[in-house]
């Protein structure tokens, strides 16, 4: 049977007995309802995960005793998936399902076509973090992705860095396939996705002139979230 996962802080782990944070807490105690002595797996997000078993379950507190950490030591490339800023929803959507594809950063960026323009970037991030942290207990991942407040495209070009396999997906490439633009061998990916509107012409062009490979999907015009979707996934699983 597969044990439920618990999100801990890192430094949690170094502990013999890990105190679940209160909602974690909530949901073992009164959603789950477990008891002392169940078998539970706690997880990081940075990689780290320990088998414990719960030992103590008070009204306001839920203790785990560790038995046993293991770090996943699994070699991929670093991806860094930079999509244009989508509405709410959508870009929610995003955050859960870029963590189970294994993605290591997401970098939004505003460009000219991008609708919504966050007004409290910070609160933003702190829920696609909450929503990534969901994820991750449910798909047993190893590593959530760090998320970054959203910057303007000029921005997302230049910290790109040159070392790295560097792409841009775009709806009107139809020479160069994404798989093609992967061929070889990367340490460090970063692929930009255009926002509901895709990329003007202008960005396509300053892209190439920043280095950056551009790239389609041939045979398809995805939306802009599944588009994200479907390059992680030709990156992770599709060589």
């Given at each position: 049977m597969t044990l439920r996962r618990f999100l801990v802080s890192p430094e949690a782990l170094d502990a013999e007995e890990v105190a679940l944070g209160p909602d974690e807490a909530k949901h073992a105690r009164k959603v789950l309802r477990l008891k002392v002595g169940t078998?539970?797996?706690?997880?990081?997000?940075r990689g780290n995960r320990a088998l414990a078993n719960?030992?103590?379950m008070g009204k306001n507190q839920v203790l785990c005793r560790v038995q046993e950490r293991k770090s996943d030591d699994i070699h991929m490339a670093k991806l860094v998936v930079?999509?244009?800023?989508?509405?709410g929803p959508a870009m929610d959507y995003l955050a859960a399902k870029l963590t189970e594809l294994m993605v290591s950063e997401v970098r939004p960026f505003n460009s000219t076509r991008?609708?919504?323009?966050?007004k409290d970037a910070s609160r933003r991030l702190m829920r696609w973090e909450r929503l990534a942290g969901q994820a991750i207990k449910q798909c047993g991942a190893a590593n959530m992705p760090k998320f970054h407040e959203p910057v303007e495209f000029d921005e997302i070009l230049d910290m790109a860095p040159a070392k790295a396999a560097r792409l841009m997906?775009?709806?009107n490439e139809g020479q160069l396939s994404l798989p093609q633009a992967l061929e070889g061998s990367w340490e460090e990916i970063w692929?930009?996705?255009?926002?509901?509107?895709?990329?003007?012409t202008q960005e396509v062009?300053?892209?190439k002139e920043a280095g950056f490979a551009v790239c389609g999907l041939l045979g398809s015009t995805l939306r802009a979230e599944t588009a994200s979707m479907a390059l992680a996934s030709v990156v992770r699983f599709g060589k």
């Amino acid at each position: 049977m597969t044990l439920r996962r618990f999100l801990v802080s890192p430094e949690a782990l170094d502990a013999e007995e890990v105190a679940l944070g209160p909602d974690e807490a909530k949901h073992a105690r009164k959603v789950l309802r477990l008891k002392v002595g169940t078998a539970v797996q706690l997880v990081d997000g940075r990689g780290n995960r320990a088998l414990a078993n719960i030992s103590f379950m008070g009204k306001n507190q839920v203790l785990c005793r560790v038995q046993e950490r293991k770090s996943d030591d699994i070699h991929m490339a670093k991806l860094v998936v930079c999509p244009g800023l989508l509405k709410g929803p959508a870009m929610d959507y995003l955050a859960a399902k870029l963590t189970e594809l294994m993605v290591s950063e997401v970098r939004p960026f505003n460009s000219t076509r991008s609708v919504p323009r966050l007004k409290d970037a910070s609160r933003r991030l702190m829920r696609w973090e909450r929503l990534a942290g969901q994820a991750i207990k449910q798909c047993g991942a190893a590593n959530m992705p760090k998320f970054h407040e959203p910057v303007e495209f000029d921005e997302i070009l230049d910290m790109a860095p040159a070392k790295a396999a560097r792409l841009m997906l775009y709806e009107n490439e139809g020479q160069l396939s994404l798989p093609q633009a992967l061929e070889g061998s990367w340490e460090e990916i970063w692929a930009l996705v255009g926002p509901e509107g895709g990329f003007d012409t202008q960005e396509v062009l300053a892209a190439k002139e920043a280095g950056f490979a551009v790239c389609g999907l041939l045979g398809s015009t995805l939306r802009a979230e599944t588009a994200s979707m479907a390059l992680a996934s030709v990156v992770r699983f599709g060589k």
